[in-house]
């Protein structure tokens, strides 16, 4: 396996520099991803020449802003594939994102009798909003298990969905277990119940091709900062028909048609949901984030993250004491990696593995129903972006070796 991202490091200012005396190794890009010059100019570039609200003002600057703001919902739009602009709503992220689609579709057709599917491994952004809406309509919220290998079990996913579902909101790519979810399979089965499918896309849009259409998702939720974008920027993807059926998530600013003393009318898709002044910036160095993605595409940037764990899952699986979560089988695997060490809390691994320069997350990565299910409080873990390296994966397996020294297991 060549290195062939290797030149994109310089890109990365962030990535030259030393952690604890050793050069940094970021292994947290399931956590955020960092931020290329070209994004972080582009920030710089809007504050400095084209600040200004958008839809809003006639004038130049207002203008350009709300050119420039509307050509990264078009790049967001060709990048997913979706239909129309209309589809592509700006939230603050994956979270915002599922919680717009809970309170507004959610709270207008769930009722009493009605199921919510989800599953075992959703990260607490795909788990609460649909559990507190179950709680609050006297709904049924019912989790697909997994395999003994730590993959979506979708015997069990037949058998869970079924005409009493009417929302069934799963994670494309898991961020503890690092498998894809069958999304195209899923979305059959919801359907053909006439249930609609939420997916929880935070973990595969940075990392793969993702075709909405292709995958006949009624929603399809990301974050702008996994996938070099700036922070507090992310999307919905949703159909316009179900949009269109849907109330306003909030109410205020730029969202409305009319506004009487008594009632008001919503303006038009994608508007109705972007309420009060919005992210520019952020949407338009996601833009930036999307042009630099291409240029490198999304299937090599896949494919070489599985060589990047091809590399080190079976290394890391020949060392005595540790287990590692979901699939051994690279095949299945995405560039994300959980691990322990027997007889070592992950926190303790993670601080050691720090002072070797290697910053990895350790903790419940926002999974706790996960870990209760895997018997563990807590993992630690590894991710892997297209600009780390088999050296990167070698520095973390020597530090490991030196943590599994130094605590003497
Ligand atoms: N879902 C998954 C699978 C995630 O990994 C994350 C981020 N850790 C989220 C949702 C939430 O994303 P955000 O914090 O950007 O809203």
């Avoid at 491994?121 to 989790?143: C, F, V």
């Avoid at 969905?161 to 498998?179: E, F, P």
């Amino acid at each position: 396996m060549d290195n062939r991202f290797q030149k994109t490091r310089n890109d990365f200012p962030i990535l030259n520099q030393k952690v604890n005396d050793e050069s940094l190794v970021y292994l947290d890009n399931a956590a955020t991803s960092q931020k290329p010059n070209q994004v972080i100019d582009e920030l710089v570039r809007f504050y400095r020449n084209d600040n200004a609200n958008v839809h809003r003002s006639v004038h130049t600057l207002g203008e350009r802003a709300t050119e420039e703001y509307e050509t990264a919902r078009q790049k967001v739009q060709k990048f997913i594939n979706a239909k129309d602009t209309r589809e592509v709503i700006f939230t603050k992220g994956t979270t915002d994102s599922l919680n717009l689609v809970a309170s507004t579709y959610g709270a207008e057709n769930i009722t009493a009798s009605d199921e919510i599917v989800i599953s075992i491994m959703e990260h607490h952004s795909n788990l609460i909003p649909w559990q507190q809406l179950a709680i609050k309509k006297g709904a049924t919220l019912k989790y697909i298990g997994l395999t003994a290998d730590g993959q979506l079990d979708m015997e069990d996913a037949q058998s869970k969905i079924t005409d009493k579902t009417k929302i069934v909101a799963i994670a494309h790519v898991s961020n503890v277990l690092g498998v894809t979810n069958d999304i195209k399979k899923i979305a059959q089965i919801a359907h053909s119940h006439n249930a609609v499918i939420v997916v929880d896309g935070a973990q595969a849009v940075p990392h793969m091709k993702v075709d909405v259409q292709d995958l006949k998702v009624d929603f399809y939720a990301f974050s702008g900062h996994k996938m070099l974008g700036p922070m507090g920027i992310g999307v919905l993807y949703g159909k316009t028909a179900l949009l269109n059926k849907m109330s306003p998530y909030q109410y205020g600013g730029e969202m409305i048609d009319f506004v009487e003393k008594d009632f008001s009318t919503w303006t038009e898709l994608p508007w109705k949901f972007e309420a009060g002044t919005q992210n520019v910036a952020g949407a338009i160095g996601l833009g930036r984030a999307i042009d630099y993605l291409t240029t490198i595409g999304m299937d090599n940037i896949a494919k070489y993250e599985t060589e990047l764990v091809s590399y080190l899952l079976p290394r890391l699986l020949r060392i005595d004491s540790i287990e590692v979560y979901g699939p051994h089988d690279v095949g299945i695997h995405n560039g994300v990696v959980s691990f322990n060490i027997k007889g070592l809390h992950p926190h303790d691994v993670a601080t050691a593995l720090d002072m070797d320069g290697v910053a990895v997350r350790a903790g419940h990565h926002c999974a706790q129903p996960l870990m209760k299910y895997l018997g563990v409080v807590a993992t630690v873990r590894a991710s892997f972006y297209f600009y780390n390296s088999k050296a990167d994966a070698d520095k973390l397996l020597q530090a490991i070796a030196e943590t599994k020294e130094f605590f003497n297991v």
